[in-house]
Nanobody
Framework: QVQLVESGGGLVQAGGSLRLSCAAS????????MGWYRQAPGKERELVAT???????YYADSVKGRFTISRDNAKNTVYLQMNSLKPEDTAVYYC??????????????WGQGTQVTVSS
């Protein structure tokens, strides 16, 4: 059973920092793109950042210059370093991965979500 396990959310004051982690576990053949999404109360889930297996990262305009996405391929883990946090960053953050659990078994997985709350 392949799954994504997130950690690192919490409560922080505006201007503070948090680092989210998301590890893919189980039998994994290859991990393609990984990313982070977020969903605030009453709003739709939105893309925050993505990082492909190789190539350029992508950031939503609202987090450019403040958030950094990175990955450790040896650990099948993606990170989101969040600096200069604002109250409007408050949301449940979900990681996502496009991966293969075998040569032909492709999966699109979601983490369980981790709450990030930024107080003003």
């Amino acid at each position: 059973q392949v799954q994504l396990v997130e950690s690192g959310g919490g409560l922080v004051q505006a201007g503070g920092s948090l680092r989210l982690s998301c590890a893919a576990s189980g039998t994994i053949f290859r991990v393609n793109a990984m990313g982070w999404y977020r969903q605030a109360p009453g709003k739709e889930r939105e893309l925050v950042a993505t990082i492909p297996e190789g190539g350029s990262t992508y950031y939503a305009d609202s987090v450019k210059g403040r958030f950094t996405i990175s990955r450790d391929n040896a650990k099948n883990t993606v990170y989101l370093q969040m600096n200069s946090l604002k109250p409007e960053d408050t949301a449940v953050y979900y990681c996502n991965a496009d991966l293969y659990s075998s040569y032909s078994d492709r999966k699109y997985l979601w983490g369980q979500g981790t709450q990030v709350t930024v107080s003003s």
